[in-house]
Every structure is written in structure tokens, then in C-alpha cells.
């Protein structure tokens, strides 16, 4: 069961990086096209929430067994 909480969480950890990653080229992308106003925020700011939050679950999941 520990080797599956290591697995996991360091999975999560590589997604929470995917993700950061995906947020940061999408508004680079989208900033140079123009596209601007509350809607590009509030998905930025919602992406980084999730981002947040998995990468805070994939570290507790680290640490539960160690």
C-alpha cells in the first residue's frame, strides 16, 4: 500500500506540473492573440486552484507513509 501512495503521488506531483505548464502556455498564447476579459481570468485563476490543491494532495500523499 505504500509503494501505490508513492506511485500515486508522484504522479499527482507530475500532473500538478503538467498542468502549471498547460496554464502558462495557454495565457502566453492567448494574452499575444488579444483575448482578454473576465472569462480568460477566471479560468487562469480556476486553473490555478486545481493546480494548487493537486499539488498539496500529491505531497500529503507522499508523506502519509513515510
Not at 15 to 41: K, R
Amino acid at each position: 500500500m505504500r509503494l501505490l501512495n508513492r506511485v500515486c503521488g508522484v504522479a499527482v506531483l507530475l500532473n500538478s506540473l503538467h498542468l502549471a505548464h498547460a496554464i502558462q502556455h495557454f495565457s502566453a498564447i492567448s494574452l499575444a492573440e488579444g483575448m482578454h476579459g473576465p472569462a480568460l481570468w477566471a479560468g487562469i485563476a480556476a486553473g490555478v486552484l486545481v493546480g494548487i490543491f493537486s499539488f498539496l494532495g500529491g505531497g500529503l500523499l507522499l508523506r502519509r507513509n513515510s
